[in-house]
Protein backbone atom coordinates (compact mmCIF):
# COMPACT_ATOMS: atom_id res chain seq x y z
CA UNK A 1 0.00 0.00 0.00
CA UNK A 2 0.88 3.83 -0.85
CA UNK A 3 1.52 5.67 2.47
CA UNK A 4 0.27 8.64 2.32
CA UNK A 5 0.47 11.90 4.21
CA UNK A 6 -2.23 14.98 3.72
CA UNK A 7 -0.99 18.42 5.48
CA UNK A 8 -4.55 20.59 5.78
CA UNK A 9 -5.39 24.00 7.31
CA UNK A 10 -2.18 25.53 6.02
CA UNK A 11 -2.38 29.31 6.26
CA UNK A 12 -0.12 29.72 3.19
CA UNK A 13 2.14 27.40 1.60
CA UNK A 14 5.59 29.28 0.68
CA UNK A 15 8.73 28.12 -1.63
CA UNK A 16 6.55 27.05 -4.43
CA UNK A 17 8.89 25.80 -7.83
CA UNK A 18 6.57 24.29 -10.45
CA UNK A 19 9.66 24.57 -13.26
CA UNK A 20 11.96 20.92 -12.88
CA UNK A 21 14.66 23.07 -14.27
CA UNK A 22 15.10 25.58 -11.35
CA UNK A 23 18.33 24.20 -10.43
CA UNK A 24 18.77 28.03 -8.25
CA UNK A 25 17.45 31.67 -7.88
CA UNK A 26 19.74 34.46 -8.57
CA UNK A 27 19.44 38.03 -8.99
CA UNK A 28 16.13 39.62 -8.91
CA UNK A 29 14.40 35.96 -9.38
CA UNK A 30 15.70 35.20 -5.40
CA UNK A 31 12.46 38.03 -4.38
CA UNK A 32 10.34 35.86 -6.04
CA UNK A 33 8.62 32.85 -3.19
CA UNK A 34 5.74 31.77 -5.07
CA UNK A 35 2.97 31.49 -2.44
CA UNK A 36 -0.75 29.66 -2.17
CA UNK A 37 -3.05 30.74 0.70
CA UNK A 38 -5.51 28.16 2.40
CA UNK A 39 -3.76 25.03 0.59
CA UNK A 40 -3.24 21.92 1.07
CA UNK A 41 0.44 19.21 0.61
CA UNK A 42 -0.34 15.78 -0.31
CA UNK A 43 2.78 13.27 -0.01
CA UNK A 44 2.76 9.50 -1.56
CA UNK A 45 5.82 7.48 -0.40
CA UNK A 46 7.89 10.42 0.93
CA UNK A 47 7.49 12.86 -2.24
CA UNK A 48 5.30 15.54 -3.04
CA UNK A 49 2.76 14.77 -5.49
CA UNK A 50 -0.20 17.43 -5.11
CA UNK A 51 -0.48 20.74 -3.38
CA UNK A 52 -2.65 23.84 -4.01
CA UNK A 53 -6.11 25.27 -2.20
CA UNK A 54 -7.57 23.25 -0.35
CA UNK A 55 -10.87 22.92 -2.27
CA UNK A 56 -8.93 20.47 -4.32
CA UNK A 57 -7.45 18.39 -1.99
CA UNK A 58 -7.52 14.25 -2.32
CA UNK A 59 -9.37 12.74 0.14
CA UNK A 60 -7.79 10.97 2.87
CA UNK A 61 -7.41 7.10 2.52
CA UNK A 62 -8.67 5.13 5.91
CA UNK A 63 -4.09 5.28 6.11
CA UNK A 64 -3.51 8.40 5.31
CA UNK A 65 -1.21 10.52 7.90
CA UNK A 66 -3.41 13.45 8.26
CA UNK A 67 -1.92 16.81 9.26
CA UNK A 68 -3.45 19.50 10.50
CA UNK A 69 -0.79 22.50 10.34
CA UNK A 70 -3.58 24.41 12.57
CA UNK A 71 -3.19 27.74 10.40
CA UNK A 72 0.85 27.94 10.23
CA UNK A 73 2.62 28.24 7.24
CA UNK A 74 4.28 25.63 5.35
CA UNK A 75 7.97 25.73 3.98
CA UNK A 76 10.36 23.53 2.14
CA UNK A 77 12.74 22.64 5.52
CA UNK A 78 15.90 24.57 5.18
CA UNK A 79 18.91 22.89 3.14
CA UNK A 80 22.47 23.63 5.32
CA UNK A 81 25.35 23.63 3.11
CA UNK A 82 28.31 24.53 5.80
CA UNK A 83 28.47 22.81 9.08
CA UNK A 84 31.44 21.26 11.40
CA UNK A 85 28.72 19.41 13.53
CA UNK A 86 31.25 16.19 14.04
CA UNK A 87 33.25 18.11 17.11
CA UNK A 88 34.95 17.04 20.64
CA UNK A 89 34.27 19.80 22.45
CA UNK A 90 32.86 23.33 23.59
CA UNK A 91 34.92 26.76 23.30
CA UNK A 92 33.96 28.70 25.81
CA UNK A 93 37.04 29.99 27.08
CA UNK A 94 37.71 31.41 23.65
CA UNK A 95 34.46 32.88 23.41
CA UNK A 96 35.88 34.74 26.87
CA UNK A 97 39.04 35.34 25.69
CA UNK A 98 37.05 37.48 22.84
CA UNK A 99 35.21 39.29 25.44
CA UNK A 100 38.71 40.32 26.65
CA UNK A 101 39.91 41.66 23.46
CA UNK A 102 41.74 39.10 21.43
CA UNK A 103 41.15 38.69 18.16
CA UNK A 104 40.75 35.12 16.10
CA UNK A 105 44.11 35.61 15.22
CA UNK A 106 45.59 35.89 18.27
CA UNK A 107 43.42 32.83 19.51
CA UNK A 108 44.14 31.06 16.70
CA UNK A 109 47.99 32.26 16.89
CA UNK A 110 48.01 31.05 20.94
CA UNK A 111 46.71 27.09 19.97
CA UNK A 112 43.20 27.99 20.38
CA UNK A 113 40.87 27.85 17.48
CA UNK A 114 41.19 25.38 14.96
CA UNK A 115 44.31 23.49 16.61
CA UNK A 116 42.56 23.39 20.47
CA UNK A 117 39.45 21.85 18.22
CA UNK A 118 41.52 19.10 17.05
CA UNK A 119 44.02 18.57 20.27
CA UNK A 120 40.65 17.54 21.70
CA UNK A 121 39.07 15.71 18.97
CA UNK A 122 42.48 13.53 18.83
CA UNK A 123 41.70 12.51 22.33
CA UNK A 124 38.38 10.87 21.78
CA UNK A 125 37.25 7.35 20.68
CA UNK A 126 35.18 7.38 17.38
CA UNK A 127 31.71 6.22 19.57
CA UNK A 128 31.94 9.00 21.45
CA UNK A 129 31.98 11.46 18.62
CA UNK A 130 29.18 9.75 16.91
CA UNK A 131 26.90 9.72 20.00
CA UNK A 132 27.80 13.69 20.53
CA UNK A 133 27.44 14.77 16.44
CA UNK A 134 24.27 12.40 16.38
CA UNK A 135 22.51 14.56 19.35
CA UNK A 136 23.57 17.67 17.72
CA UNK A 137 22.29 16.39 14.00
CA UNK A 138 18.81 15.38 15.48
CA UNK A 139 18.97 18.90 17.09
CA UNK A 140 19.44 20.99 13.67
CA UNK A 141 16.71 18.25 12.39
CA UNK A 142 13.80 19.61 14.65
CA UNK A 143 14.72 22.87 14.31
CA UNK A 144 13.52 22.76 10.36
CA UNK A 145 17.35 21.50 8.89
CA UNK A 146 16.34 18.42 6.09
CA UNK A 147 19.65 18.43 4.04
CA UNK A 148 22.67 18.82 5.57
CA UNK A 149 26.88 18.61 5.05
CA UNK A 150 29.43 17.90 7.36
CA UNK A 151 32.99 18.63 7.02
CA UNK A 152 35.86 17.10 8.44
CA UNK A 153 39.03 19.66 9.26
CA UNK A 154 39.56 19.18 13.17
CA UNK A 155 41.51 16.08 12.79
CA UNK A 156 44.77 17.13 11.36
CA UNK A 157 46.14 13.86 11.57
CA UNK A 158 45.73 10.72 8.99
CA UNK A 159 43.95 8.29 11.47
CA UNK A 160 41.98 11.15 12.70
CA UNK A 161 40.44 12.63 9.85
CA UNK A 162 39.56 8.94 8.65
CA UNK A 163 37.93 9.11 12.07
CA UNK A 164 35.76 11.91 11.52
CA UNK A 165 34.50 11.04 8.03
CA UNK A 166 33.79 7.49 9.54
CA UNK A 167 31.72 9.28 12.11
CA UNK A 168 29.58 11.20 8.85
CA UNK A 169 29.50 7.86 7.21
CA UNK A 170 27.52 6.71 10.34
CA UNK A 171 25.55 9.62 10.71
CA UNK A 172 24.91 8.96 7.14
CA UNK A 173 23.60 5.37 7.62
CA UNK A 174 21.25 6.29 10.73
CA UNK A 175 20.02 10.12 9.53
CA UNK A 176 16.14 10.69 8.29
CA UNK A 177 17.63 13.53 6.01
CA UNK A 178 20.23 13.23 3.43
CA UNK A 179 23.89 14.47 4.58
CA UNK A 180 27.30 15.16 2.27
CA UNK A 181 30.76 14.95 3.60
CA UNK A 182 33.61 17.11 2.94
CA UNK A 183 36.58 16.70 3.32
CA UNK A 184 38.50 19.50 5.37
CA UNK A 185 42.32 18.38 6.24
CA UNK A 186 43.66 21.16 4.84
CA UNK A 187 41.90 23.30 7.62
CA UNK A 188 44.94 24.20 9.48
CA UNK A 189 48.59 23.56 9.74
CA UNK A 190 49.46 21.40 12.65
CA UNK A 191 51.36 23.14 15.26
CA UNK A 192 54.00 19.58 14.64
CA UNK A 193 54.42 21.51 10.76
CA UNK A 194 54.28 25.10 11.74
CA UNK A 195 58.33 25.11 9.76
CA UNK A 196 57.31 22.52 7.49
CA UNK A 197 54.00 23.60 5.28
CA UNK A 198 54.87 21.62 2.51
CA UNK A 199 55.15 18.39 4.81
CA UNK A 200 51.63 18.63 5.96
CA UNK A 201 50.60 19.32 2.57
CA UNK A 202 52.06 16.46 0.74
CA UNK A 203 50.16 14.38 4.34
CA UNK A 204 47.20 15.82 2.95
CA UNK A 205 47.46 14.55 -0.76
CA UNK A 206 49.37 11.58 -0.20
CA UNK A 207 48.20 10.17 2.92
CA UNK A 208 44.72 11.67 3.67
CA UNK A 209 43.26 11.68 -0.02
CA UNK A 210 43.68 8.12 -0.90
CA UNK A 211 42.69 6.99 2.07
CA UNK A 212 39.44 9.04 2.06
CA UNK A 213 38.96 8.12 -1.60
CA UNK A 214 39.58 4.50 -0.79
CA UNK A 215 36.99 3.75 1.83
CA UNK A 216 34.48 6.30 -0.15
CA UNK A 217 34.27 8.52 2.53
CA UNK A 218 33.92 11.79 0.81
CA UNK A 219 31.76 13.73 -1.54
CA UNK A 220 33.73 17.03 -1.67
CA UNK A 221 37.11 18.23 -0.62
CA UNK A 222 37.18 21.73 0.85
CA UNK A 223 40.37 24.06 2.15
CA UNK A 224 40.53 27.00 4.15
CA UNK A 225 42.35 29.35 1.25
CA UNK A 226 42.42 32.92 3.47
CA UNK A 227 44.86 34.68 5.46
CA UNK A 228 46.96 32.51 8.02
CA UNK A 229 45.81 29.36 6.71
CA UNK A 230 46.70 28.51 2.90
CA UNK A 231 47.54 30.41 0.02
CA UNK A 232 46.42 29.99 -3.55
CA UNK A 233 48.92 27.56 -4.46
CA UNK A 234 48.61 25.54 -1.91
CA UNK A 235 45.07 25.37 -2.55
CA UNK A 236 45.25 24.60 -5.57
CA UNK A 237 48.06 21.93 -5.17
CA UNK A 238 45.07 20.06 -2.75
CA UNK A 239 42.46 20.65 -4.96
CA UNK A 240 43.95 19.10 -8.37
CA UNK A 241 45.29 15.68 -6.43
CA UNK A 242 41.58 15.70 -4.67
CA UNK A 243 39.79 16.07 -8.41
CA UNK A 244 41.91 12.63 -8.86
CA UNK A 245 39.92 11.53 -6.73
CA UNK A 246 36.47 12.64 -8.23
CA UNK A 247 35.99 15.10 -5.39
CA UNK A 248 34.27 18.25 -6.08
CA UNK A 249 35.66 21.84 -4.88
CA UNK A 250 34.61 23.48 -1.85
CA UNK A 251 36.24 26.66 -0.56
CA UNK A 252 36.45 28.44 3.00
CA UNK A 253 37.84 31.96 1.15
CA UNK A 254 38.09 35.51 1.99
CA UNK A 255 36.92 35.53 5.44
CA UNK A 256 39.66 37.09 6.78
CA UNK A 257 40.45 39.53 3.64
CA UNK A 258 41.01 39.57 -0.30
CA UNK A 259 42.98 36.35 -0.07
CA UNK A 260 42.18 34.91 -3.67
CA UNK A 261 39.87 32.50 -2.22
CA UNK A 262 37.09 33.60 -4.84
CA UNK A 263 38.87 33.56 -7.80
CA UNK A 264 40.73 30.08 -7.18
CA UNK A 265 37.34 28.18 -6.34
CA UNK A 266 35.89 29.70 -9.54
CA UNK A 267 39.27 29.07 -11.72
CA UNK A 268 38.78 25.10 -10.24
CA UNK A 269 34.60 25.15 -10.55
CA UNK A 270 34.09 24.89 -7.07
CA UNK A 271 30.63 23.97 -6.35
CA UNK A 272 30.50 26.72 -3.49
CA UNK A 273 32.51 29.47 -2.17
CA UNK A 274 31.82 29.96 1.37
CA UNK A 275 32.22 32.85 4.36
CA UNK A 276 33.07 35.65 1.66
CA UNK A 277 33.42 38.19 4.13
CA UNK A 278 35.47 40.39 2.24
CA UNK A 279 33.68 40.13 -1.60
CA UNK A 280 34.35 43.11 -3.55
CA UNK A 281 33.40 44.13 -7.05
CA UNK A 282 36.81 42.26 -8.42
CA UNK A 283 35.14 39.09 -6.70
CA UNK A 284 31.61 39.49 -7.75
CA UNK A 285 32.77 39.71 -11.09
CA UNK A 286 34.93 36.66 -11.01
CA UNK A 287 31.58 34.86 -9.31
CA UNK A 288 29.29 36.20 -13.07
CA UNK A 289 28.69 33.31 -15.44
CA UNK A 290 30.43 30.87 -13.29
CA UNK A 291 28.76 27.61 -11.78
CA UNK A 292 30.04 28.34 -8.41
CA UNK A 293 27.54 29.06 -5.58
CA UNK A 294 28.66 31.97 -3.42
CA UNK A 295 27.56 31.26 0.57
CA UNK A 296 27.23 33.44 3.48
CA UNK A 297 27.47 32.68 7.36
CA UNK A 298 26.24 35.15 8.68
CA UNK A 299 26.16 33.41 12.57
CA UNK A 300 29.61 33.57 11.79
CA UNK A 301 30.36 36.93 11.50
CA UNK A 302 27.40 37.52 14.27
CA UNK A 303 29.75 35.47 16.82
CA UNK A 304 33.05 36.71 16.15
CA UNK A 305 32.07 40.53 15.52
CA UNK A 306 33.38 40.42 11.82
CA UNK A 307 31.87 41.84 8.60
CA UNK A 308 28.89 39.62 7.05
CA UNK A 309 29.08 38.55 3.73
CA UNK A 310 27.65 41.58 1.03
CA UNK A 311 24.71 39.57 0.22
CA UNK A 312 22.57 42.31 -0.94
CA UNK A 313 25.33 43.63 -3.04
CA UNK A 314 25.84 40.01 -4.84
CA UNK A 315 21.78 39.76 -5.30
CA UNK A 316 21.79 43.26 -6.83
CA UNK A 317 25.00 42.13 -9.40
CA UNK A 318 22.43 39.48 -10.21
CA UNK A 319 24.49 36.48 -8.60
CA UNK A 320 22.82 33.54 -6.79
CA UNK A 321 23.57 33.58 -2.86
CA UNK A 322 23.54 30.76 -0.22
CA UNK A 323 23.14 30.93 3.46
CA UNK A 324 24.52 28.49 5.95
CA UNK A 325 25.10 28.12 9.54
CA UNK A 326 28.34 26.87 9.97
CA UNK A 327 27.77 25.39 12.94
CA UNK A 328 30.75 24.38 14.93
CA UNK A 329 32.33 24.72 17.88
CA UNK A 330 34.69 28.37 17.80
CA UNK A 331 32.78 30.61 15.87
CA UNK A 332 28.89 29.30 15.38
CA UNK A 333 27.96 27.02 18.20
CA UNK A 334 24.53 27.63 16.29
CA UNK A 335 22.37 25.20 13.80
CA UNK A 336 19.40 27.16 13.87
CA UNK A 337 18.65 28.26 10.09
CA UNK A 338 15.86 30.10 11.10
CA UNK A 339 18.42 32.81 13.20
CA UNK A 340 20.23 32.57 10.05
CA UNK A 341 17.30 33.96 8.43
CA UNK A 342 17.28 36.89 10.70
CA UNK A 343 20.70 37.60 10.66
CA UNK A 344 20.53 37.92 6.76
CA UNK A 345 17.69 39.97 7.13
CA UNK A 346 18.80 41.96 9.61
CA UNK A 347 22.31 42.50 9.07
CA UNK A 348 22.36 41.74 5.50
CA UNK A 349 19.38 43.44 4.52
CA UNK A 350 17.93 40.48 2.03
CA UNK A 351 14.32 40.19 2.29
CA UNK A 352 12.41 37.38 3.91
CA UNK A 353 11.79 36.40 0.86
CA UNK A 354 15.31 36.28 -0.67
CA UNK A 355 16.90 34.64 2.99
CA UNK A 356 14.72 31.64 2.55
CA UNK A 357 15.72 31.14 -0.93
CA UNK A 358 18.93 31.82 0.04
CA UNK A 359 18.63 28.44 2.70
CA UNK A 360 16.36 25.83 0.65
CA UNK A 361 16.59 26.31 -2.95
CA UNK A 362 19.88 27.77 -3.07
CA UNK A 363 21.27 25.78 -0.28
CA UNK A 364 20.31 22.45 -2.35
CA UNK A 365 22.25 23.32 -5.01
CA UNK A 366 25.06 23.92 -3.06
CA UNK A 367 24.73 20.38 -2.25
CA UNK A 368 24.02 19.15 -5.75
CA UNK A 369 19.99 18.32 -4.15
CA UNK A 370 18.16 21.08 -6.21
CA UNK A 371 16.39 18.12 -7.88
CA UNK A 372 15.16 16.40 -4.92
CA UNK A 373 15.25 19.31 -2.29
CA UNK A 374 15.04 22.96 -1.07
CA UNK A 375 11.20 23.32 -2.29
CA UNK A 376 7.88 22.32 -2.86
CA UNK A 377 7.85 21.35 -6.36
CA UNK A 378 6.06 17.34 -7.40
CA UNK A 379 8.55 14.35 -7.18
CA UNK A 380 10.43 16.17 -4.25
CA UNK A 381 11.00 14.40 -0.98
CA UNK A 382 8.19 15.46 1.62
CA UNK A 383 10.91 17.43 3.93
CA UNK A 384 8.44 20.57 5.35
CA UNK A 385 8.36 23.03 7.91
CA UNK A 386 5.14 23.72 9.39
CA UNK A 387 5.08 26.83 11.93
CA UNK A 388 3.21 27.94 14.65
CA UNK A 389 0.18 30.21 14.35
CA UNK A 390 2.22 33.22 12.53
CA UNK A 391 0.89 36.44 11.14
CA UNK A 392 3.18 36.01 7.96
CA UNK A 393 6.56 35.27 6.27
CA UNK A 394 8.01 37.86 7.72
CA UNK A 395 7.15 37.15 11.41
CA UNK A 396 9.96 34.03 11.15
CA UNK A 397 13.01 36.79 11.25
CA UNK A 398 11.45 39.43 12.54
CA UNK A 399 11.31 37.34 16.27
CA UNK A 400 14.49 36.18 15.77
CA UNK A 401 14.66 34.74 19.46
CA UNK A 402 12.07 32.31 19.23
CA UNK A 403 11.60 28.93 17.71
CA UNK A 404 8.29 29.61 15.41
CA UNK A 405 8.64 25.59 14.02
CA UNK A 406 5.74 23.43 14.70
CA UNK A 407 6.23 20.42 13.14
CA UNK A 408 9.10 18.98 11.14
CA UNK A 409 8.32 16.45 8.02
CA UNK A 410 10.75 14.31 6.43
CA UNK A 411 9.79 12.48 3.84
CA UNK A 412 5.95 13.28 4.93
CA UNK A 413 6.60 11.69 8.16
CA UNK A 414 6.90 13.19 11.62
CA UNK A 415 10.33 13.85 13.37
CA UNK A 416 9.37 16.61 15.22
Known sequence: MINTTLIKNIKSLHGIIDDSNTLLKAGAAMSQLDTINDAFVWIEDGLITQYGPIAEAPIPHENTLVVDANGGLVLPAFVDSHTHIVFAKSREEEFEMRIKGKSYEEIAAAGGGILNSANKLQAMSEDELFEAAKTRLFEVINYGTGAIEIKSGY?????????????????????????????????????QYKQNRKGYIDLVINEMLPKVAAENLADYCDVFCDQGFFTVEETEQILIAAKQYGLKAKIHGNELGYTGGVQVAVKHQALSVDHLEFTGDEEIICLKNSGTMPVGLPNCSFFLGIPYAPGRKMIDAGLPFCLASDYNPGSSPNGRMSFVVALACIQMKLTPAEAINATTINGAYALELSSTHGSISKGKVGNLIITKPIPSLAY??????????????INGQYVK
Open 155 to 191: GLTVEDELKMLRVVKRLKAISPITIKATFLGAHAIPA
Open 396 to 409: IPYSFGVDLVDKVL
